[in-house]
């Protein structure tokens, strides 16, 4: 003795067969990065393989990287950057050092200036994780 399926029946159906889907999804293997664990001190980390591709033509060796993060240099002082000397460092100022400019937002705490003692206490978060 079957029923009509109400309105109400199709959403629920619909609803459990996507988290089905999404289960299956979720549990196939993802890819694996093997770490090289030491005893000793810290290593670099070794350079990527190169993936080599054999194809019609020949061999393709694609060898890449990441590039060294540039080097800004020490920060200049709070007095070197406020320009307009008025104890405040704003977006523009902030823009003569590329790290303060793209932490701007972080070390203003969402406001349009940064003042001398968040500069400080910025410096020297960057002084003890560099």
């Not at 070794?46 to 033509?57: C, E, G, L, M, W």
């Not at 002082?77 to 405040?88: E, K, P, Q, V, Y």
């Amino acid at each position: 003795m079957f029923t009509k399926p109400t309105s109400r029946s199709l959403p629920l159906v619909l609803g459990l067969a996507l988290t089905g889907v999404a289960a299956g999804a979720m549990a196939q293997s993802a890819p694996t990065v093997s770490a090289q664990v030491t005893n000793g001190p810290a290593m670099k980390p070794s350079p990527p393989q190169p993936a080599v591709y054999h194809t019609r033509q020949g061999t393709l060796i694609v060898k890449s990287s990441m590039p060294a993060p540039p080097k800004y240099g020490p920060a200049p002082t709070f007095a070197a950057l406020d320009s307009n000397h008025n104890g405040r460092l704003n977006a523009e100022e902030a823009n003569a050092y590329a790290p303060l400019a793209n932490d701007f937002l972080y070390v203003s705490h969402g406001t349009k200036t940064i003042s001398r003692g968040a500069y400080r206490r910025w410096v020297h978060q960057r002084s003890t994780t560099s």
